[in-house]
């Protein structure tokens, strides 16, 4: 019997400094040994979901700020996400997104790298791959690094995996379908198996402080100007 729960997952917005995350779950690992992870409320923006009667969950799913001009269709984005298993049995959680072309698993630093842009060649055509290093060769595609891999991650039974940037993994958003600025949602779907998904918005994330203000605009009048006023 296939069972959905995405009417019975419990999804709540976080405010910055609402509460401390408990210093393990926040500590850098990638995956340790607790049973109350549900309980834990991260101190970042995001949103915290729950299915399969409170067994698995996710917490502080946030897609990472893109800046004042945000994101561009076709951009790659940061995706933030802590899983939890209360169970005593492991269980693989897939993810996808209908607003990008994939999701992808990788390490931080490679997430947080400037993407390569298109830049003609030396004879005028487009590189496939993107801009070219400092040594004249293409740069590589992300999605072919050996840091990435399919979206699927592995919980042991009774811990969290930590997938931001706060530890060594995280997720991708590859290839965005649309722009997005900041406090807009992309959708994102968890597939814990068995029939049990959590899909949901995922918001992109606000600045904790405003931007600085324009430079003003200050005009001058030349000396010739002036006299040529009267």
Not at 26 to 41: D, F, H, M, R, Y
Not at 80 to 103: I, K, L, M
Not at 136 to 157: L, M, N, Y
């Amino acid at each position: 019997m296939t069972r959905s729960i995405r009417g019975s997952r419990r999804a709540a917005v976080l405010l910055p400094g609402i509460a401390a995350a408990a210093a393990l779950l926040l500590s850098g690992c990638g995956a340790g040994q607790i049973s109350e992870t549900a309980n834990k409320v991260p101190s970042v923006q995001g949103v915290n979901l729950e299915g399969a009667e409170g067994k698995y969950g996710v917490l502080g799913v946030l897609v990472a700020y893109p800046g004042v001009e945000g994101y561009q269709a076709g951009d790659n984005a940061v995706l933030n996400a802590v899983f939890y298993n209360d169970t005593h049995n492991p269980v693989t959680v897939t993810v996808t997104s209908p607003d990008a072309r994939e999701v992808v698993l990788t390490t931080v630093r490679a997430a947080t790298s400037p993407s390569p842009t298109a830049s003609p060649s030396p004879t005028g055509s487009p590189s496939p791959t993107g801009s070219p290093s400092p040594d004249g060769s293409p740069s590589p595609d992300p999605t072919s690094s050996p840091d990435t891999q399919p979206a699927r991650i592995e919980i042991p039974p009774l811990s969290y995996v930590q997938l931001n940037t706060e530890g060594d993994r995280v997720l991708q958003l590859i290839g965005l379908n649309g722009a997005l600025l900041a406090g807009q949602n992309v959708t994102v779907n968890f597939d814990f198996g068995g029939g049990d998904q959590i899909t949901s918005p995922a918001p992109v994330a606000v600045p904790l402080t405003p931007p600085p203000p324009p430079s003003p605009i200050i005009e001058r009048h030349t000396e010739f100007e002036g006299e040529g006023a009267h």
